[in-house]
């Protein structure tokens, strides 16, 4: 079955570009365009969508808010922030809103088809070392970074805590398998607890949380 996209940009132009790079694949179809929030809205009210890709610099509704509201309802479809800037501060704003992750306008194809398959998946389209690199930068904008603990916190075991430590600082299951001395099915089990028992959707709101909480401070060490 194939994955299908909604096209969210204002620029005409570069959505084209985008629906011909997915046309060719074998496994995906763009189902939706829109121009702007407030269309993508009412698109996804009408039609199935498993991922959306969206810009963050709209007219009427932004990619942050139009994120948020499309997140915040029952069984949403993944969102892909697509940005101009690296280290943009909307990315941020996007994934704060429940974006599973963030990819520049300029990625190659090769790399956008393989974070649309990511999300669709259930993996976190960025890789969880650069999103760190990302809150390093505007972890002074979390109103909770200053608090090393956190009530959410209190749900997880000692070793969740330390599994999720591993985690925002960019490591992957594998990688965190060798530091803990542990399977890695055992550190995906954890992951799993970890992302049901704080109601987070992927790694990715795991790194934001971290930081938000203290947990992680910017640089990546632990709080």
């Not at 204002?10 to 702007?36: I, N, S």
């Not at 991922?51 to 509201?69: A, F, N």
């Not at 429940?98 to 990511?118: N, Q, W």
């Not at 930081?211 to 910017?218: C, D, F, Q």
Request: proline share 5%; with cysteine; glycine share 8%.
């Amino acid at each position: 079955m194939s994955i299908r996209v909604m096209l969210v940009d204002d620029q005409v132009l570069l959505r084209t570009g985008f629906r011909m790079v997915l046309a060719a694949q074998p496994d995906m179809e763009v189902v939706a365009e829109a121009g702007d929030g407030v269309e993508a809205l009412q698109e996804l009210r009408a039609t199935a969508v498993d991922v959306v890709l969206m810009d963050v610099r709209m007219p009427k509704l932004d990619g942050v808010e139009t994120t948020r509201r499309i997140c915040s309802g029952p069984n949403p479809p993944k969102v892909l922030i697509l940005t101009t800037f690296d280290l943009d501060e909307y990315a941020f704003s996007g994934l704060k809103a429940g974006a599973s992750g963030f990819m520049l306008k300029d990625v190659p194809p090769g790399e956008l088809l393989a974070a649309i398959r990511a999300v669709h998946s259930g993996d976190a389209v960025v890789a969880p070392s650069t999103t760190r690199r990302l809150l390093d930068r505007f972890a002074p904008m979390l109103p909770g970074s200053a608090q090393p603990q956190h009530k959410e916190l209190e749900r997880l075991t000692e070793r969740e805590r330390e599994v999720m430590v591993l985690v925002a600082q960019g490591l992957s299951n594998g990688e965190i398998a060798a530091r803990l001395v542990l399977s890695e099915a055992t550190v995906k089990t954890h992951v799993g607890r970890i992302l049901t028992k704080l109601g987070l959707r992927d790694r990715v709101q795991v790194v934001v949380l971290a930081y938000e909480t203290g947990l992680v401070r910017a640089g990546g060490g632990a709080g």
